[in-house]
């Protein structure tokens, strides 16, 4: 079994409706993060969290809202979907960076395929 | 300007050739930086990471120019496998917030 799951893995949205992506982890990472990826773009950052009380914002976080339902569970919602919002959503955790490093590898999720019509 | 730029390609590769390519970062700060491969449609994974003046991982090479500001990925005797999107990423912040550049494409031919 995947070590980070995403779902959906497509979903087809119109304009203005809400729509919760899922991720859930086995890894045991109390770091878990959602990126979003465009053609030509690089992953940018929406949210992040360190742990379950912990929720901080990323590069790109209007129009998002996350919610931290325990340490393996890290869920992003759009209240009301716009097109360009359409893109393809990655959610990642990373450990504690063990000492002298600064930071850790990230594990991605498979991915969800999202399109706002 | 971006803070991680790639050649976005695609570097047509003969099997067996040897490719690379560079990828420039604009904070001078910067500690950390790290090669991702991302297969299409696919989640990235980590390659390999960049911790000092460079390093070697099998057929891979990623090299640090901290002067210059750029990190370089050079593949040996390329394999169909290693057709794949190559994802340059630096470490910004001192809590580990990453940043990624667009990618370089490359494509190994027969």
């Known amino acids: 079994d995947a070590d980070v799951t995403q779902t959906p893995r497509n979903r087809i949205t119109k304009t203005g409706k809400r729509i919760m992506l899922e991720c859930s982890q086995t890894k045991g990472h109390d770091r878990m993060y959602w990126y979003r990826q465009d053609p030509g773009l690089g992953l940018r950052l929406i949210y992040y969290s360190f742990d379950v009380k912990d929720i901080n914002k990323g590069e790109i976080s209007d129009g998002y809202s996350v919610s931290r339902q325990a340490q393996a569970k890290f869920s992003l919602s759009l209240e009301s979907a716009i097109p360009n919002q359409t893109a393809l959503y990655f959610c990642a955790t990373s450990d504690l960076p063990t000492s002298g490093r600064a930071a850790d590898t990230q594990y991605f999720g498979p991915g969800t395929r999202l399109t706002v019509l | 300007r971006k803070e991680v730029e790639q050649d976005p390609g695609p570097f047509n590769v003969p099997e067996g050739a040897t490719v690379a390519f560079n990828c420039t970062y604009s904070?001078?700060?910067?500690?950390?930086f790290f090669w991702y491969r991302q297969d299409c449609r696919k989640e990235p994974k980590l390659l390999m990471s960049?911790?000092?003046s460079g390093n070697e991982d099998g057929r891979f090479t990623a090299q640090l120019n901290r002067a210059s500001q750029y990190i370089s990925l050079l593949i040996r005797d390329s394999k169909l496998s290693d057709s794949a999107t190559y994802l340059c990423?630096?470490?910004?912040?001192?809590?580990?917030?990453?940043?990624f550049g667009a990618g370089t494409q490359v494509v190994v031919t027969p």
């Open positions: 960049v911790y000092s």
């Open positions: 990423v630096v470490l910004t912040d001192s809590w580990g917030k990453l940043q």
């Open positions: 904070n001078s700060a910067s500690q950390s």
